[in-house]
């Protein structure tokens, strides 16, 4: 089993489409739907996760605070890299996920701030898209890994 490890750095929910995010403590992850009161629940994007170490360097390479906020996402982690993972499973706390795909910046990153689209495919800082497994609460602070095959 692998020693990597992580944490939740952040947690967010969108209450509509195209409202902004709303930063949360806590969520409840529902079975091949979502996240409890996310407008995404039921949609093939059940779950989308961003790693804060990309946003810290873009901010520091385009001179700007960066918010990963402006992404859009449900989480952030810190301390683990998200990059290569398609079907792999992801746990963060006693919540289990399995990364269906990576996502890509759209227009609404440029709306935000102007070349954070570019600079996030360049850093491979869209993040990945997820499957929830099984119903389970998550927070700010549980500690995230990838879990390894039998």
Known sequence: MSNESGVLAAL??????????EPAQAGRLITQRGMEGDANLDRPRQITIIEEEKFELMSTELGAKIEPVWRRANL?????????SQDRVLRIGGARLRVAGE??????????????RAAMTEHSASGIYAD?????????????????PA
């Open 132 to 148: 929830v497994l099984e119903d389970a609460e998550i927070r700010v602070g549980d500690e995230v890994r990838w879990e390894e």
């Open 76 to 84: 952030m982690v810190r301390g683990l890299s998200l990059e290569k």
């Open 12 to 21: 967010w929910i969108k209450p509509a489409r195209r409202a902004p995010m």
């Open 103 to 116: 996502t890509h910046g759209c227009s609404r990153m440029d709306e935000a701030f102007q070349g954070l």
